[in-house]
């Protein structure tokens, strides 16, 4: 019978709050920056350096497919993305 120890998934309590906040998706960056996509009224937003008290940019998207692939394409706190409308 093999005993091998079942690690628990770490839960990151800051991707616990942005989601009961209601962004989706949520990543934490290599570099500890917290992203993610939030709805706005007629766009879709892409957040950047989220934390507990606000973030510190943000950047509007008329089309969710290009505020996705911006979302994935983020490096670090300093990547600049493209095709947004407004920034914030």
């Not at 934490?28 to 007629?42: E, P, S, V």
């Not at 940019?57 to 290009?66: G, M, P, Q």
Request: glycine share 8%; with cysteine; net charge negative.
């Amino acid at each position: 019978m093999n005993s091998a120890a079942v690690e628990a998934p770490v839960i990151d309590p800051m991707i616990t709050f942005l989601t009961r906040e209601g962004y989706n998706p949520i990543r934490r960056l290599d570099d500890g920056t917290y992203i993610a996509i939030g709805n706005l009224m007629f766009t879709k937003a892409l957040y950047v350096g989220c934390d507990g008290s606000g973030y510190k940019h943000r950047f509007c998207f008329r089309d969710l497919n290009e505020c996705l692939a911006q979302f994935d394409a983020y490096t670090d706190i300093l990547y600049e993305p493209t095709g947004w409308i407004a920034r914030r």
